[in-house]
Nanobody, 121 residues
Framework: QVQLVESGGGLVQPGGSLRLSCAASGSIFEINGMGWYRQAPGKQRELVAHITSGGNTNYADSVKGRFTISRDAAKNTVYLQMNSVEPEDTAVYHC???????????????WGQGTQVTVSS
């Protein structure tokens, strides 16, 4: 019923930039919060950034000032602009979307399949 398609991952040098995208499609009535999480090998999944339907944002301390989350409501898409990346940013990045589908009275949380980001020289 709902698909999340992520793109934009890859290999980038330290100090470089990368932009991730996540597009939601399907029987979507409304989208509420959208966010990006990441999971590095041997570590738990952690929140990177989140944006509400009203545009309020919050970030992990480790990415504040370097990453920017934004959304295009018309395209049901959330972006993560990653600047000044560091080797510690290497992880699989997953988007997460809280939304309501047609015919439902409840919000549900959906996850993207993940996109690998590797920061290395």
């Amino acid at each position: 019923q709902v698909q999340l398609v992520e793109s934009g991952g890859g290999l980038v040098q330290p100090g470089g930039s990368l932009r991730l995208s996540c597009a939601a499609s399907g029987s979507i009535f409304e989208i509420n919060g959208m966010g990006w999480y990441r999971q590095a090998p041997g570590k738990q999944r952690e929140l990177v950034a989140h944006i509400t339907s009203g545009g309020n944002t919050n970030y992990a301390d480790s990415v504040k000032g370097r990453f920017t989350i934004s959304r295009d409501a018309a395209k049901n898409t959330v972006y993560l602009q990653m600047n000044s990346v560091e080797p510690e940013d290497t992880a699989v990045y997953h988007c997460n979307v809280d939304l309501r589908i047609y015919g439902s009275n409840w919000n549900h949380s959906y996850w993207g399949q993940g996109t690998q980001v590797t920061v290395s020289s």
